[in-house]
């Protein structure tokens, strides 16, 4: 029998890819992840926000962000516009509010064609999954371990994976379309 642990842990972790990318794309909602690949310095190090303040949702487009350490308020707000996220903001003593914009028509294309690039990034990562493993189904089946049939078994139950795997990814898709479409 030939092993598809690795195809299987491939496919999730492109899965995985995909789910992880969409959360920091914004669509016009507030959303704690939109500011995941922010990092702030701390104490001589760069952290991302989420280690050094918590992250609020006041209402479905302002987030606000409170330190643990109140004099770190103006490092927060200077990393998010360093970051040149289009969030406006807005700070007061106990914390930075963050304010998502509306988003226009053009945006939305802007965005669903980011969305679409992130998809063929993530099809791309499940067709190198299915060429290692095509790789070792016709090494296996060269080295004897297995006939001829049963490779050809292997690589339909393979083609099977692939397209259930590329089937889910379009299911993130949509989802992630009629969520900014939504909007």
């Known amino acids: 029998m030939f092993d598809f642990t690795k195809a299987k ?6 899965e995985n890819f995909l789910k ?38 006041e209402d479905a487009r302002t987030m606000k962000v409170s330190p643990w350490d109140k004099g770190q308020i103006k490092d927060i707000e200077k990393a998010i516009v360093d970051s040149n996220l289009p969030f406006s903001l807005s700070v007061d003593d106990s914390g930075v509010r963050v304010h998502i914009p509306q988003m226009t028509e053009e945006s939305k294309t802007k965005i669903l064609r980011l969305v679409k690039d992130k998809l063929e990034d993530a099809r791309i990562r499940v067709r190198n999954v ?7 189904i016709d090494a296996g089946e060269s080295n004897g371990d297995y006939s001829e049939d049963a490779k050809n078994n292997y690589k339909d ?12 990814l379009e ?12 909007v």
Not at 175 to 182: F, L, P, V
């Open 9 to 14: 842990e491939g496919f999730s972790d492109a």
């Open 171 to 182: 299911d993130i898709y949509a989802n992630k379309e009629k969520d900014i479409m939504s």
């Open 130 to 136: 299915r060429q290692d493993v095509m790789k070792l």
């Open 20 to 57: 992880q990318e969409y959360l920091q794309i914004s669509t016009g909602r507030a959303n704690p992840a939109l500011l995941d690949g922010v990092n702030v310095e701390s104490y001589g190090s760069f952290q991302p926000i989420k280690n050094i303040a918590s992250i609020n949702l």
């Open 157 to 168: 139950d393979l083609q099977k994976m692939v397209d259930t795997a590329n089937k889910n």
